[in-house]
């Protein structure tokens, strides 16, 4: 039985009704950190469990001979072996040097750009559209062009990043700021915000779950483009994730190729992951995140 707040005399279950049932209901759902994070983590194990399951199954049906599609065993071992020397980290570390060079210039132009036209009755009739269909381009169509204008260098990739994750952004920020309800921005004018600390203080914070969501397609889109010009543009890095599969390739070595697939692959669940924690601390934030069930 529960104390009565002002005078400490015991209730009967039948007088606790109203805001002390929901009070005492939210603390018998509170589960530790340990159960949270096991709760976030299992089917993510279960789903890895699967894949490499059905992947095993794959190999031993004899699908396609073991030199071509090899085991989870095989590629595992050979991600070892990469990972214990100096070529792997190397290429990792170059690649990851251009993504971000690529995605910040992107996210910088991203947001000014997605700023003027969201703004700007002009800017938008004038190239909004054309805002769109930029980002349905495939970011290999315009590895022609970047050759042409850079030859076989990292200007080439990184024109190419730039053109697949700006209009992304770009297109997050219109879609952000056009759904900020009028009223906060009569609110803020009436309590003298203008110009840069109208978009400061009002437009910035109410259209930044978007903003955030135009982001990471952007971080996709940069991705994606940056593994294509790695796979296209291999004569200037040695090293690179996109070189090492074009030389596993040419090789026929399919376990290097795998085991670097899978890298890939983990870079890009961790940069989720990243964007994931970043879009519950805004829903947090928000009053929106259930605290109960995080």
Same mark, same amino acid.
């Given at each position: 039985? =529960?104390?009565?707040?002002?005078?400490?005399?015991?209730?009967?279950?039948?007088?606790?009704?109203?805001?002390?049932?929901?009070?005492?209901?939210?603390?018998?759902?509170?589960?530790?950190?340990?159960?949270?994070?096991?709760?976030?983590?299992?089917?993510?194990?279960?789903?890895?469990?699967?894949?490499?399951?059905? *992947?095993?199954?794959?190999?031993?049906?004899?699908?396609?001979?073991?030199?071509?599609?090899?085991?989870?065993?095989?590629?595992?071992?050979?991600?070892?072996?990469?990972?214990?020397?100096?070529?792997?980290?190397?290429?990792?570390?170059? %690649?990851?040097?251009? =993504?971000?060079?690529?995605?910040?210039?992107?996210? /910088?132009?991203?947001?000014?750009?997605?700023?003027? +036209?969201?703004?700007?009755?002009?800017?938008?009739?004038?190239?909004?559209?054309?805002?769109?269909?930029?980002?349905?381009?495939?970011?290999?169509?315009?590895?022609?062009?970047? $050759?042409? @204008?850079?030859?076989?260098?990292?200007?080439? $990739?990184?024109?190419?990043?730039?053109?697949?994750?700006?209009?992304? $952004?770009?297109?997050? +920020?219109?879609?952000?700021?056009?759904? +900020?309800?009028?009223?906060?921005? #009569?609110? !803020? #004018?009436?309590?003298?915000?203008?110009?840069?600390?109208?978009?400061?203080?009002?437009?910035?914070?109410?259209?930044?779950?978007?903003?955030? =969501?135009?982001?990471?397609?952007?971080?996709?889109?940069?991705?994606?483009?940056?593994? /294509?010009?790695?796979?296209?543009?291999?004569?200037?890095?040695? %090293?690179? @994730?996109?070189?090492?599969? %074009?030389?596993?390739?040419?090789?026929?070595?399919?376990? *290097?190729?795998?085991?670097?697939?899978?890298?890939?692959?983990?870079?890009?669940?961790?940069?989720?992951?990243?964007?994931?924690? /970043?879009?519950?601390?805004?829903?947090?934030? *928000? !009053? +929106?995140?259930?605290?109960?069930?995080?």
């Amino acid at each position: 039985m =529960a104390g009565d707040t002002l005078t400490g005399a015991p209730r009967t279950d039948a007088e606790i009704s109203g805001l002390d049932a929901l009070e005492i209901a939210g603390r018998e759902k509170e589960v530790s950190r340990g159960a949270r994070l096991w709760a976030a983590t299992w089917p993510k194990l279960a789903a890895l469990a699967l894949a490499v399951g059905i *992947w095993q199954v794959v190999v031993w049906s004899g699908w396609k001979p073991p030199w071509s599609l090899p085991g989870p065993v095989v590629v595992g071992e050979e991600l070892i072996r990469q990972a214990s020397g100096a070529q792997l980290w190397e290429g990792i570390a170059i %690649t990851l040097r251009r =993504a971000a060079i690529g995605y910040v210039f992107s996210v /910088a132009v991203g947001l000014l750009v997605g700023l003027a +036209v969201a703004r700007s009755t002009v800017l938008r009739a004038a190239i909004g559209s054309m805002i769109t269909a930029l980002q349905t381009m495939p970011s290999i169509a315009w590895f022609p062009l970047a $050759i042409l @204008l850079f030859e076989l260098s990292e200007k080439a $990739i990184f024109f190419v990043v730039v053109l697949g994750a700006a209009p992304s $952004i770009a297109n997050g +920020v219109i879609a952000g700021v056009d759904y +900020v309800p009028p009223l906060l921005l #009569r609110a !803020g #004018r009436n309590l003298g915000a203008r110009g840069l600390d109208l978009y400061r203080y009002v437009i910035a914070p109410a259209a930044l779950p978007a903003i955030v =969501a135009g982001l990471k397609q952007g971080w996709a889109f940069s991705w994606r483009s940056l593994m /294509a010009g790695e796979l296209l543009v291999v004569g200037i890095s040695q %090293t690179s @994730l996109g070189a090492q599969l %074009t030389y596993a390739r040419e090789l026929a070595d399919s376990p *290097w190729l795998l085991s670097t697939m899978i890298v890939i692959l983990v870079i890009g669940l961790a940069v989720d992951a990243a964007f994931g924690a /970043a879009d519950k601390a805004i829903r947090r934030r *928000w !009053g +929106v995140l259930d605290q109960a069930g995080q």
